[in-house]
């Protein structure tokens, strides 16, 4: 298994076709940094009630029931590339409308640099919807049979 990623024990709270939502303890991993700083924070209760209900698709020739326990990893979305990927297109877009437009005058140079940012957000905007590395990832970790 991934060593970046976090194993938590649940519970089945629905099951639908291959899709799961699944209720495990929130932070309870030692390096939880907060919802403020989770990738997952939209899927928790609050921090008052302590857990997330985490959506998972059910692997192939497994039914679950509600009530059912299994263990889940989950890995956040890479902060780094997040950034990156949400102001560096915008700054760029800023820096070369500034350019272009330094050519035609200071009015030119100003709806230059908000024309490249309005640009670069936008670019920044797309490729954040598409991006699966910015997306947390869940999964069902399949549990070893038991030998006695």
């Known amino acids: 298994m991934d060593e970046s990623c976090t194993t938590e024990r649940g519970a089945v709270l629905r099951a639908e076709d291959d899709a799961l939502l699944v209720r495990i303890r929130r932070g309870t991993d030692d390096g939880c940094g907060g919802c403020r700083s989770c990738s997952l924070n939209k ?18 020739g497994r039914a679950y029931k509600p009530g059912d326990e299994l263990t889940l990893a989950y890995r956040q979305a890479n902060p780094a590339l997040a950034a990156c990927i949400l102001f560096v297109p915008a700054l760029a877009g800023l820096a070369l409308g500034g350019w272009i437009g330094n050519a035609y005058g200071n009015a030119s140079l100003l709806l230059g640099c908000g024309l490249g940012f309005a640009a670069g957000v936008g670019l920044s905007w797309g490729i954040a919807r598409r991006a699966d590395a910015l997306k947390p990832r869940i999964w069902i970790v399949e549990e070893e049979a038991e030998t006695e």
């Not at 609050?46 to 698709?57: F, Q, R, Y």
Request: hydrophobic share 30%.
């Open 43 to 60: 899927l928790c209760k609050g921090g008052e009630t302590g857990h997330m209900d985490l959506p998972v698709k059910a692997p192939e």
